[in-house]
């Protein structure tokens, strides 16, 4: 099995960043891992994802902000928030799937980022 665990969040002022982290445990190998925020009575939304390989993808109201990145030697995955604006401001889920499936099964408790 594979456990998520968050850490990062915060409040920050518009403009600020934030680094959130999420640290693996458990079978990782060949895992696609991601991003995903809720706002309160908004669904959840994709933010960026980064495939086995490396491979990044974002949402297209993030691009040029965020930056998806994972250390594989430390089984952690890393989302830097830059130029954050309040429309940010949401609960923040890491998430995982096997790379050949399209649903993410594995998922993080959050961690929630606030920018005023």
């Known amino acids: 099995d594979v456990q998520l665990v968050e850490s990062g969040g915060g409040s920050v002022q518009t403009g600020g960043s934030l680094t959130l982290s999420c640290t693996t445990s458990?079978?990782?190998?060949?895992?696609?891992m991601g991003w995903f925020r809720q706002a309160p009575g908004k669904g959840r939304e994709e933010v960026a994802s980064i495939d086995s390989g490396g491979t990044s993808k974002y949402d297209d109201s993030v691009k040029g902000r965020f930056a998806i990145s994972k250390d594989n030697a430390k089984n952690t995955l890393y989302l830097q928030m830059n130029s954050l604006k309040p429309e940010d401001t949401a609960m923040y889920y890491c998430?995982?799937?096997?790379?050949?499936?399209?649903?993410?099964?594995?998922w993080g408790q959050g961690t929630q980022v606030t920018v005023s």
């Open positions: 458990g079978y990782t190998y060949g895992l696609c």
């Open positions: 998430a995982a799937r096997a790379c050949g499936f399209s649903a993410f099964r594995y």
